[in-house]
């Protein structure tokens, strides 16, 4: 299996030397990794790409890139440049130290490159790691991702429905805030919603009295509704939420068809 890995923390970033470890272990001996990441954290850039500027790629070593981009970049360089003599298998990004549950799934440098890869109809999967009391300051952050990614990710590619259609599927997979052996298990769960915690702006000024704002993310532990990805992460559970990239509203659709 060949196998391209990105993230949205940069190409030091912890959490993707356990993606590469995740991926080595799916591909095998006969298998192949390759990294293109960003350069620079890259992290709430969403689906964002440098339409309007080149992007920087440096070799860094053998099947190893960095890309002064973001994710969906990264994605860009690894199938039409890099990797473009021999597509990937599967499109691996994080593993996102952080969880990309709930609303956050939205503003997810790491989904941003799942998703362009499902887009060019690789099967692809974002990794993200829930952090919390019981994991926060251990010496192993990423332990539950580590050792219960690659099982899943296995399951999961078994599983996959070979399909045609325009917007591919692709999966937001989120560990709990727990070490490995607590891990209670992986669930399909929809994506939730964290009342009461949005993101907002907090005002500093700088030495020089200049005005700026830092983004501030809301409470990570409010619940979310029962069965949902944040809820069942605070439970001790995987997270596993199929997701498309289409935006649109069917339902709506099929509810307003005869208002037009």
Aim: one cysteine or more.
């Amino acid at each position: 299996m060949r196998i391209l890995v990105t993230n949205d923390d940069g190409i030091n970033a912890p959490g993707l030397k356990v993606m590469e470890e995740i991926a080595a272990e799916l591909a095998g001996p006969e298998g192949e990794v390759w990294v293109v990441a960003p350069a620079f954290e890259q992290s709430g850039v969403a689906h964002c790409i440098s339409y309007t500027h080149p992007t920087l790629l440096a070799k860094m070593a053998e099947r190893r890139f960095a890309a002064e981009g973001s994710p969906a970049d990264c994605v860009l360089a690894g199938l039409h440049d890099v990797m473009m003599e021999a597509r990937p298998d599967l499109v691996l990004s994080g593993v996102n130290r952080g969880n990309n549950s709930a609303q956050n799934a939205l503003y997810s440098g790491t989904l941003g490159g799942a998703m362009e890869a499902a887009l060019q109809g690789v099967p692809a999967m974002a990794l993200s790691q829930y952090l919390g009391p019981q994991n926060f300051t251990a010496e192993n952050q990423f332990e539950a991702a580590g050792v219960h990614g690659p099982a899943l990710i296995r399951k999961l590619l078994a599983a996959m429905p070979e399909e045609e259609a325009d917007y591919r599927l692709f999966f937001n997979i989120n560990f709990p805030p727990v070490g490995a052996e607590d891990v209670l298990g992986a669930v399909l769960a929809p994506q939730g919603f964290r009342r009461h915690a949005p993101f907002k702006v907090e005002p500093h000024l700088s030495p020089s009295g200049r005005r700026f704002l830092w983004i501030k993310g809301g409470d990570q532990h409010v619940q979310t509704e029962p069965g949902s990805d944040a809820a069942v992460n605070l439970d001790g559970y995987i997270s596993v939420t199929p997701m498309r990239a289409d935006l649109t509203c069917h339902t709506t659709i099929e509810a307003l068809k005869d208002t037009l």
